[in-house]
């Protein structure tokens, strides 16, 4: 069986919806890269108006929010991460009754929406970075500007790189260097400044006053730089982000920002939330993100990094959650975003990379916590690796010694019907190019198909409401395996650890288990239960199954 009328009758015949109380600690979020998600007034580029035509289609899906990438006005030197105006739409994606009106066709939906803030740095087109480039009497002091070393401060002021490569310092006409550990045109602010927490707390309150959700705290990791902004004495440093301590990332202050902002939060009713994208060296630093006094979810990107491995998968999720537990809260489990490859074609691409990232997202979404998902991913879609150069825009790309500048590969805008190019994406062309062969991945082309990755996830995200022992961390322990052997782990969340056969993966959540094969061969095992969901067919007598290779299956009793 797969993902059939089984899944569907089980959760019709039952309710685990989330309610109002906690709804993000086990809550479904749904990443929409805007510019990449749907066209609405055909130049080409995504945009509000096409994001709120295609809220249906995450309705249907069965996702609790959706989570939008920055639209304020930007030079989108850093696909609109460089903001210039944060309480203004960018008129590439519309307007600010645009972002109104989609706000409330979610809420009339029952989705939730979280929007991105950007308080590492502004564009350099802000107004306060224009006048610290004019002079302006104490504009400076909002930003990192400091004279360079050397005879004549020839020399930037540390040895600190930028993420996209390149010296992480860039000089001004008058011989002073300010800081950027993005683009040039990224520069990072001094949060040692009182106007900046004031200037971020007005413009949390607009959006939230407009009626937005949460946020998405990009590089929420990075506001507070370590005293002195010491050297690191060492090159290639992007590698270094989430393995190493570093004086620019995930410095003790960053966390009584979050601590005003949570205050700023619970005052608005509703359960407004914030989400960390916090890269931090250890399980226990980024669980520290999420105390009870500060923010509500951090992205687990070790989960994201985490190879094709059994024993590695088990120690990122046993360090996880032992780590969230710790604080009381809950993971929030993530496989791809706007900003890594795809990972169907992490997992080594073409059938089996496409095997892999179904079986992935079963287990993702059978783990206690919260869980992510990137636009396209329930479609199956993999990295597109051929884009011609002339076409790219990610900065990283332009420059040396950072991230790899391919990050465009992943935002390729989305196929939603048609057999050729933009496959509904809007009424003309896309901004980047869409492969020849993406209208059998289109959304109108997997619908109603059993046997494809979009009816996977429907059918997943409805079960994930309806079995009791799925979703909330808080699930009791099931009495019934309270006699397990004694080399079987359990944890608070009702999650238990089982023997299996090598490869294997198998736990136990109450009336639920859940199966992973990640060898290349079948595998025979005692049956856990009934099957209700595999991303691959699996044969059982009801006494033992034989689990394919590169698969993952539901079960429950």
Known sequence: MTHDSTAVQLARSSSNATTSSGWWRDAV???VYVRSFADGDGDGIGDLRGARSRLPH??????????????????QADGGYDVADYRAVDPLFGDLSDADELIRAAHALGLRVIVDVVPNHTSERHPWFRAALAGEPGARERYHFRPGRGARGELPPNDWESIFGGPAWTRVADGDWYLHLFAPEQPDLDWDHP???AEFASVLRFWLDLGIDGFRIDVAHGMVKAPGLPDIGRGAQATLIGTEPLPFFDQDGVHEIHRSWRRLLDSYAGERIGVAEAWAPTSERLALYVRPDELHQAFNFRFLNCPWDPAAMRTVIDESLAATTAVGAPTTWVLSNHDVVRHVTRYGGGARGLARARAAALLMLALPGSAYVYQGEELGLPEVVDLP???????AFLRTAGQ???????????????AEPPYGFGPAGSWLPQPAGWGDLGVAAQTGDPHSTLELYRAALELRRAMPGLGAPEAGTDPALAAEAADEESYPCGMRWHSAPEGVLLFTRPGFACTLNSGSDPVELPAPGRPVLSSAPVETDGRTVRLPPDSCTWWSW
Not at 69 to 75: D, E, K, L, Q, R
Not at 389 to 395: H, I, L, S
């Open 29 to 31: 979020i749904y990443q």
């Open 58 to 75: 995450l309705a249907r899906l069965g996702v609790d929010a959706v989570w939008l990438t920055p639209f304020y006005v930007s030079p």
């Open 195 to 197: 106007e900046v927490a």
């Open 389 to 395: 150069d002339e076409v790219r825009q990610d900065p």
């Open 404 to 418: 790899d500048g391919l990050r465009d590969g992943c935002r390729v805008p989305l196929p939603w019907s048609g």
